[in-house]
């Protein structure tokens, strides 16, 4: 999509990319700033950013892009001008830098990566990827607290990641 | 998808899937998967906590959000524009008089053809009984044609006093006829009838090739017109017309004037100056037949500003036609003794030798 809009600047892939994203945009200045009116002002601002940016330079994960820049903007709103990271570095952002280095690794790696976490992680993994369970579901099952369930499967996964890497760079000194 | 997939996707919520979550209204295995969305991005998530907080629902309304974006505001703008075009015609034929009528007639179609006139009878000048002569030319009036109804005739006070008063000489003024019942004023050197009192808004259009000649690219008129049919075109104010017309008159290009008279009349269906001067256009093209037919309807219409010359020209045509009928109005001339009785005594002292 965005490799067609660089080349077309296509004002429909624009609408498309409005349509995905300007109601995240609109919750996450909700969560940072509680006026409305400012929000909505702040979605058309992004969006005004974005296609001034998208025409100069490449944007590899719209998520990232538009996270970052959304923040960003709800702290310069909020006067508090502290920035995250500079928007030429939004590449390296989490999300994308995550994406990148775990392409193409089979289940078995991250299954074995998976039982190599510690117990309360493996557990809530397991019932939340694979077995595809909500939140309630593994309370009920687990009888530990939403919350905890989260931080969990928060703490699993920078751990999976950690893991896979390492297994990743020992078969390649191999 | 590959679990590792399943475990890093960064997929952006939709808003359905936010107000269904929000509403509780799904499944388990449903809520899995948004709240899988939820723990990989932490946009997804910031942007639910930020709904979450403000306990409200991402709206449709909020934002453009259509795919069909373009052809929606496209559509609602066409609406609107025909909307306020629609109030702008109400108010401007509310404007004008309350006489107007709208007619949607008057299209003059691009072969020659004629259409005789029938009955010219009535007093007031009626929508059928207008003379349509189809030209060859592309002149045309546009498309929205107002015609007035016979206007208000506005006697001044001026002429009821008149009537009662009697002049030494014992010239009596009794005759309103002779008496001009409406503003007039001149125009390259003609006398016409002043509208000017009344709002006319409709302007008349005429196609820029016609101004030309043929260009040299199409072979010949027909051709010219269909294919440059659209290109552009000039509108004129009705006095703009009317003054080509008298131009076209005074330079004796009768056919011409006849054209330009005839755009008029074609929207302002009882315009006397067009009646008049089409009247003698064909006059002096010597078509006395038609030319007693439009002073016929100068000498009924109740403006009387061209009764006098009308009657005049009437007679001149007659005399080509009937003598009988031209020594008949000549005499009535004479009696009303106006302007021309003094011609109409010579013209019939002629006659009768």
């Known amino acids: 999509m965005l490799l067609e809009l660089k080349k077309s600047n296509n004002r429909k892939i624009i609408a498309e990319i409005y349509r995905r994203y300007s109601h995240l945009i609109f919750g996450v200045c909700l969560k940072f700033n509680n006026n409305k009116s400012n929000c909505k002002d702040l979605v058309s601002k992004i969006f005004e950013k974005f296609i001034v940016f998208i025409s100069n330079k490449e944007i590899n994960s719209l998520n990232s892009w538009f996270y970052i820049v959304t923040r960003n903007e709800c702290f310069a709103e909020n006067k508090n001008k502290i920035k995250f990271s500079d928007l030429t570095e939004y590449n390296l952002s989490y999300e994308n830098k995550e994406k990148n280095t775990l392409n193409n690794i ?36 687990t009888e530990y607290d939403i919350k905890k369930i989260k931080s969990y499967i928060q703490n699993g996964k920078r751990n999976l990641k950690i893991i896979i890497e390492k297994q990743i760079e020992k078969t390649k000194s191999n | 998808m590959k679990l590792i997939d399943k475990i890093y996707n960064t997929e952006p919520l939709s808003k359905r899937e936010i107000k269904l979550y929000l509403k509780d209204k799904l499944s388990d295995s449903d809520k899995n998967k948004i709240e899988q969305k939820l ?30 974006l373009n052809f929606i505001l496209s559509f609602s703008i066409l609406i609107t524009t025909i909307v306020l075009s629609f109030i702008l015609v109400d108010k401007t034929q509310n404007q004008v008089n309350p006489n107007i009528k709208i007619s949607q007639k008057n299209i003059i179609e691009q072969k020659q053809e004629t259409k005789e006139i029938l009955n010219i009878n009535n007093k007031q000048l009626s929508n059928n009984n207008k003379t349509v002569t189809k030209k060859t030319k592309t002149i045309k009036p546009i498309k929205n044609n107002k015609f007035y109804e016979y206007l208000p005739v506005i006697k001044p006070k001026t002429v009821k006093q008149l009537n009662k008063v009697k002049i030494k000489n014992n010239v009596n003024l009794t005759n309103i006829k002779l008496r001009s019942n409406f503003k007039t004023k001149y125009l390259v050197n003609l006398k016409i009838v002043d509208y000017s009192l009344f709002k006319r808004t409709n302007n008349l259009t005429k196609n820029n090739n016609d101004i ?40 004796k290009n009768y056919n011409n004037a006849i054209d330009d008279f005839e755009i008029i009349l074609s929207q302002y269906d009882n315009d006397l100056n067009a009646v008049f001067y089409s009247g003698l256009s064909y006059y002096f093209k010597n078509n006395y037949s038609k030319a007693i037919k439009y002073f016929n309807i100068a000498i009924n219409a109740d403006i009387n500003v061209f009764y006098q010359e009308a009657l005049w020209y009437k007679a001149l045509s007659e005399e080509n036609i009937d003598k009988q009928k031209c020594k008949q109005i000549l005499k009535t001339i004479i009696n009303e003794n106006g302007f021309y009785a003094e011609k109409a005594k010579q013209k019939l002292k002629k006659i009768n030798e």
């Open chain 2, 39 to 68: 723990m990989n991005s932490k946009f997804n998530n910031d942007a639910f906590e930020g709904y979450v907080a403000n306990n409200i629902l991402p709206k449709k309304n909020n934002f453009l959000h259509n795919q069909n």
């Open chain 1, 106 to 141: 089979s289940d078995n790696t991250v299954n074995e990566a998976i039982s190599k976490l510690k117990p309360e992680q493996q557990i809530c993994i397991r019932l939340f990827y694979l077995e595809n369970k909500s939140y309630n579901q593994i309370s009920q099952e």
């Open chain 2, 212 to 251: 030309w000649n043929v260009a040299p690219e199409f072979a010949n008129n027909y051709e010219q017109n269909i294919k440059t049919k659209n290109i552009k075109s000039i509108e004129y104010t009705y006095f703009d017309f009317l003054k080509s017309g008298l131009q076209e008159f005074n330079d």
